[in-house]
């Protein structure tokens, strides 16, 4: 059977109401079973919300994580978890050597998914080179780990396990998250490293070591110059791809992810520079509150990309996850219909390009 052309799909997060981040934050505190019978109701409906948009290609909106790296101590010791004093959102600070913890925590989110839907399944992943950025403090974990590049090695087996018992759970697709690579697009992030080449191969040669044996599920990686940091009022970083496409290149995935919904992201004729065999999943819908993009302006933004892209290799997606920090304030009815506008855009592309 051909593959759908133009399939749409959602980055990974997913607005929180009020009532999840109770959930997922204890208040109040719930036994076992009653969190788990109101969490499974709150993954039914975000799951609802996406099906009736449109969308081709589905999660659980990580409804289940108190933040998208944060996962990272469900699957491991070694974390201390506490809040952030400058701004008070969660923050986990690697403080012991790393030691698996009970693995399949987001394989488990994979197998409740199949439950409940017949749409395409993808998980998402914290890149080691993103969580050693994330978790790595120089006092707090100097003993464990006096360098951070130790702590991202031990980063992998842990990932790479958890990948294994993904594939196993009937994922469609498992999208590595990985911003942290894209930073180096920014002249300003590169300035800060004695050699900023060297750091980006770094972080490539981790992802890679982490799909090492891979097979089964589409492995993909997202990459974007935090556009999410919009919706919490940062500053994004600016730059094209181009200082990265080497490493982009050399990345052990079948998808990259990348937002195209700003002038900062470069011109799309960077494209033609990446293999062909990688499928780009196009960022062509904004995740800025009270930006909602027009159905003609995504289907446009698709046309631009299909000059340098063969339509079978164009996936539509938001240019980042719609809750890009666990306390974000974004409206599940406005992501409802920038997701229904996506995926109104898709069905025009397929007539247009069939």
Excluded at 10 to 32: H, K
Aim: aromatic fraction near 6%; charged fraction near 25%.
């Amino acid at each position: 059977m051909s593959r759908m052309l133009f399939p749409a799909s959602v980055v990974g997060s997913m607005p929180r109401s009020a009532f999840v981040q109770d959930l997922i934050n204890d208040r109040p505190p719930l036994e076992p079973a009653a969190y788990e019978h109101a969490m499974d109701a709150a993954v039914r409906y975000i799951v609802a919300v996406q099906e009736l948009a449109g969308v081709d290609v589905i999660t659980d909106g990580e409804w289940r994580r108190k933040s998208y790296i944060g996962v990272i101590a469900e699957l491991a010791h070694g974390f201390e978890l506490g809040y952030n004093p400058e701004d008070g959102r969660p923050w986990t600070i690697v403080v012991d050597k790393l030691a698996p913890k009970e693995p399949g925590f987001i394989a488990r989110e994979v197998t409740f998914l199949k439950q409940i839907t017949k749409k395409q399944i993808k998980a998402t992943l914290p890149a080691p080179a993103l969580l050693g950025e994330r978790m790595w403090h120089p006092e707090k974990s100097a003993k464990a780990y006096p360098k951070r590049d130790d702590f991202v090695r031990d980063c992998v087996p842990i990932l790479r396990r958890e990948l294994e018992l993904i594939r196993a759970a009937g994922a469609d697709i498992v999208q590595i998250d990985d911003p942290h690579l894209c930073l180096f697009v920014d002249p300003d992030v590169r300035a800060g490293y004695e050699n900023a080449d060297k750091a980006a191969d770094f972080a490539v040669d981790t992802v890679n070591a982490v799909a090492e044996g891979r097979g089964g599920a589409k492995l993909a990686l997202h990459l974007c110059r935090r556009a999410g940091a919009r919706v919490r009022g940062e500053a994004q970083h600016q730059g094209g791809y181009g200082p990265i496409l080497r490493q982009l290149n050399r990345l052990d995935v079948q998808h990259l992810t990348m937002e195209f919904t700003t002038p900062a992201a470069g011109d799309m004729s960077v494209f033609k520079a990446l293999r062909e065999d990688v499928e780009i999943g196009l960022g062509c819908v904004s995740v800025t509150p009270g930006q909602n993009d027009s159905v003609e302006t995504i289907v446009d933004r698709v046309r631009q990309a299909a000059q340098f892209l063969a339509p079978e290799r164009i996936v539509l997606n938001p240019d980042c996850g719609f809750a890009p920090g666990s306390g974000a304030i974004v409206s599940i009815d406005e992501a409802y219909t920038k997701l229904r506008n996506e995926a109104a855009a898709a069905r025009i592309l397929r007539e247009e390009f069939a």
